[in-house]
């Protein structure tokens, strides 16, 4: 087929598969940078320690007091968007 003098170029042939082939680069390159840190930098000792990650879901399981309302529903049908619990 020819449209406006030049080849139509195929979607499933042409354009489908370059764009499935530019996220091979952009993984490389964000793999790069996050995990293997080319640029520098480190993990924050946060992240990188289980014992702050065990007290911090002890903290949360034990009840850390709510800074936040009572919690509420959307009810659309009815027009109550905001009727508490």
């Given at each position: 087929?020819?449209?406006?003098?030049?080849?139509?170029?195929?979607?499933?042939?042409?354009?489908?598969?370059?764009?499935?082939?530019?996220?091979?680069?952009?993984?490389?390159?964000?793999?790069?940078?996050?995990?293997?840190?080319i640029?520098?930098?480190?993990?924050?000792?946060?992240?990188?320690?289980?014992?702050?990650?065990?007290?911090?879901?002890?903290?949360?399981?034990?009840g850390?007091?709510?800074?936040?309302?009572?919690?509420?529903?959307?009810?659309?049908?009815?027009?109550?968007?905001?009727?508490?619990?």
């Open positions: 087929m020819s449209a406006g003098g030049g080849q139509m170029v195929s979607f499933t042939k042409v354009i489908l598969p370059a764009v499935f082939a530019s996220f091979v680069p952009a993984y490389v390159f964000w793999d790069l940078a996050r995990n293997r840190k640029f520098g930098g480190t993990c924050a000792p946060s992240y990188a320690d289980k014992n702050w990650e065990k007290e911090t879901i002890a903290k949360f399981d034990s850390w007091p709510r800074e936040a309302g009572s919690p509420v529903v959307m009810n659309p049908i009815g027009r109550q968007n905001f009727s508490k619990v």
